[in-house]
């Protein structure tokens, strides 16, 4: 793993599913450093306009000629900064800096897995995925949105891993309810050592719950509004608790995450209102 | 002019690509007795405590870092959401979040030291003693070159009223830290105040040897479908080119009534062109701050961008340009 | 609730498109006494006199026409380039160019008031004893149902000093005002003051039955390649979306300070979503500027927008905005 | 004549001549309504940056089955605002305001009209000689710039009246000189009635003052820094004498102008320099 890079790509193209986007583009220093749970902090628009970069999550890298070539992020359109990318074409220039913050980290010894994904928090459970089984784990995959429209890729999601399991709030698709109830099945049934989850804070609160409940690690990729994603600008803390007991301190998301161990987000001082697991 | 009082040691110069010998450098300047390789510097809370930037930028090579503020004890800062974008700006409401003087001594004054940045270490303080205490602190530092004095920042013992807002808090803050501290300092004012020459003088009789333009301006932002404030402490400081206009007045204002005293300029500095108008109106140096979020290269950018902005203008130094602009017609 | 002194002969309602009966008007809003079919007004000085606009919008359909401000005399105004972009705004120095009272009395204002447009008429003067001379003119028009007082400008008889700047100046003002005119008056305050909350206590306690918040910042550009200012008058007034955050924050500050009073904001509305930040924050009414150069409907789409607004939300009336907003987290 | 309307224009195409880059859209309602001297505001850049409408000339009217159904202006890059010109592409959308300002006024009856343009100046006079030649009018064009680079399209001004004279201030196409060089032995040889001028502010100066001793009339299309081009900000102001002798005010070139008789302009108020006709 290197440091990031600041690259100028190509867009090579964009797809939809769903509510979400999909841009690939030519990036073979990022795609090469890139692992899952990073993210990229891309610049929408352009040169004569300030915008503040967005962070996506790398969602899949690809190769060409066996060489990692090409990254891939998802996202849903929300603001000027997503209208901006959903405007993109072939052809154009994207301005991408990373790949930036920490990775989920790979258990020691191959085990099975659970990945916990909600909405677009499903995206770097592809190539987490990709990863886990290249290590020789079981990977069953968790995702879950409020309707079927909302769920990231669902056909694609087949393939991801060993297993695929639905929930949507509604039950538009899958089974109705939400991540958190299907959990204690799956860790059950699949004997379960490590959860990697990403999706609403409120959600990752949910599941870190629902593991430490259970007696499972929890790695989760936490979302906090960011300006800079590089450090130096302390807007994307979360409180951890490190060191003393009882005693937090505010760690930046961007370079110290966003990949954190569910036990260690002091999720009460968050302010989420009812966490319901 | 003021000595430096490490004058005997200076620091390594980094000439700019393309910038010729020491004395020759067009980009070179003296900023309150120090000399800096270019006019652009990072300001305070826009670049961490450097560490972060050493992958991207040579922390040697640029004009100096100016620390994020550090106050006595640790800050925890404001809850999140601490950011929001806004027309050509952003608001912010970190916190001063900081792991106080002494830590910032043992762990990130040392690592920046040791990357040859020049350190200009930001100082704040919740009374005029608290900011005397850490001046004091910092300036006991050799690698610490400077004080940039943040006066935009809540006076406990006054109501809560930010120091630069009042001409008469913001001299006892700055007669402290001179009396504490040995190096130059400067002070950082805002320009939320109807009469900014007045706290300017105010600042500078006190002893202050230079002059740091402008904070951010106080704003807010509501987000309309959850009709709640977007920062979670509801107003933060605005920045970026949004404000850029307010800073070159304020820099041009404060200028032109107090010539020779030396100003950081700052506020919306994001290309070459926005810092030469800086320049021109009579700042001494820049410092880039939000610009280094979207583009973490953007203080040497800044400068290299400079260095082509004077040979276009066939303008020998930066130190030239303030005598050819021209204010009237 | 203060009476129109013409409160016997309402003016035309004209309800938004899709809004229904006039009780029920989900914008209808009562600016000091005066009812308003929507709560979007026209900004001083970016609607000219409004004749210029007769061929884009219905005059009699918007919120109110704020005049470009009337002096005592004709004035000629300042010398090209009057204006500047900036990032995401625009600097102005017009220098208040306008036929003075008698020729707007004579030639304007009957042709806003044939059009039916409810006219609120902006005074402006180098003293106060100008300022009471022209309000006496504008308020024996009938078809003058506000006066706004443009504090932002300079007070010959105090070395030029801008009245806004000087709660003392800014009452003396406001109270010559009041004793000269029988129409409720709006004080245009500006932000570039330390404690606009005490500006704005001293022109209500001096009679003002409301505020408009807020003027232009004051603000420079250079042209670095010619290096000169970008304005022949050096600085100007800075608008637009760039100054939305410092207006909403001004708007929010004033209105928790002095819960009641009536606010008109103005400062970068382009949008319904610009327009719904103000009046969650306190407002009771808005003012589009700027955005209407770019967009000579601006004023009308921002009010068709808000009910749009309104229906997504579920909101009844403008009105309910203020209580729906929520501060704390 | 009708008043001005917002069109959002599809671009049909872009050409490049010189320094000049020529936008064509469609615009039937601005087109039926366009007159030469007048100008359209358009809108550069997307609907989520705020920029102010930028003035152009109408350069060329174009008609589809007989009827006006196309718009041409021609620019030169320069800020930001034509930089995001120069880059739109066939397909794509334009906002614009026009026709804008009041026209030049042809002759009441058929004469020789020399027409005078500076730089791209020279653009509104391609159509306002087709106005003079359908009413009978003889033209003479008499284009200048300071390079052969920033003459206003050379080639095709050939055609555009009844002869074409060029001067260059370096010489590197025509006649070595300014215009006004070249204006007298023009207005002698053609016995012109009426001048119609288009530039730089120091060249309208210039060729007012030619044309007053040549004792022919003379308008000018002025050119001033514009907020709105609607009459409702007053940025765009030119003193002119008016009423009383000596006296002037100032006019609003965006709906008085941009079209203005040479010798009501307060030339020397305009702070213009040395001014060498
Ligand atoms: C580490 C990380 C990974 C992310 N990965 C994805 C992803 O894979 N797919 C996806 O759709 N979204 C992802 N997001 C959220 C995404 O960054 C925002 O949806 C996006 O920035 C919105 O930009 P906008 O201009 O459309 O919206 P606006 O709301 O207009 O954005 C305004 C500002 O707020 C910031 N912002 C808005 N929403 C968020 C948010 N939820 N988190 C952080 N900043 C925000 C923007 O970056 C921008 O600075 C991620 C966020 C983080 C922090
Ligand atoms: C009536 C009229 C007709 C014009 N016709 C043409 C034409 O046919 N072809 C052409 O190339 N140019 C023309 N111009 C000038 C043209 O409007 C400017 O070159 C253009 O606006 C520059 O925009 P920018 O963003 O590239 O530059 P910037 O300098 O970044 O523009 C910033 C701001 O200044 C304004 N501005 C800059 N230069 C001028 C100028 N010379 N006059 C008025 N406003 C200016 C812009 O409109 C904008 O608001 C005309 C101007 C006027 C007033
Ligand atoms: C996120 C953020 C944090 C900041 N923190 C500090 C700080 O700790 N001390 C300080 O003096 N200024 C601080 N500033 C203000 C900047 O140093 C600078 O004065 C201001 O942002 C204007 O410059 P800019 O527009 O280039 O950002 C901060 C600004 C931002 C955006
Ligand atoms: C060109 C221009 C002229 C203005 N003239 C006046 C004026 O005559 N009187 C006044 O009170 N405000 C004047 N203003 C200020 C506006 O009314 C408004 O308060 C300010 O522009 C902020 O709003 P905006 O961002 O929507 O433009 C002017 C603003 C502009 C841009
Ligand atoms: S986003 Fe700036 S420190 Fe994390
Ligand atoms: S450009 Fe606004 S009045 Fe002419």
Redesign the interface.
Known sequence: MS??V?ERCQVLGQGRSGVYHTLTVAAPRVATASRAGQFLAV?P??D??????RPFSVHRVGRSGGTPATVEFSFAVLG?GT??LAALREGEELDV?GPLGRPFRPPATPTACLLVGGGYGAAPLFLLSEELRARGCRVDLLTGAATAERLFKPAESAAVGDSLTITTDDGSAGRRGVVTDAMPALLASAGGTVVYACGPMAMLAAVARTAAAAGVACQVAVE???????????????PLFDGAPGVT??ARTC?EGPVFDGAAVAWAE??LGELTP | MKLDRRGGEPAPLHAPPGAGSRGASPLAVDLCGVRLPTPVLAASGCFGFGREMAGFVDLAGIGAVVTKSVSLEPRRGRPTPRVTETPSGMLNAIGLQNPGVEAFCAVDLPFLAEAGARVVASVVGRSADEFGRVAARLAAEPAVRLLEVNLSCPNVEHRGEVFATDPEAAAAVIRTVKSAAGVPVLAKLTADVTDLVAVARAVVDAGADGLTLINTLLGMAVDTKRRRPRLAAVTGGLSGPAIRPVAVRCVWQVATAMPGVPIVATGGVVTAEDAAEFLLVGATAVAVGTASFVDPRAVVEVADGLAGYLRAQGVATVGDLPALFKPGR
């Open positions: 440091g990031p600041r610049l628009g352009t004569h306009t300030f915008r503040l970069r000027p209208q901006a800096l906090e509004q960011m300006a800079c994603g590089t450090g130096i600008c302390f807007s994307c803390v979360v301190r505010m370079i968050l302010g």
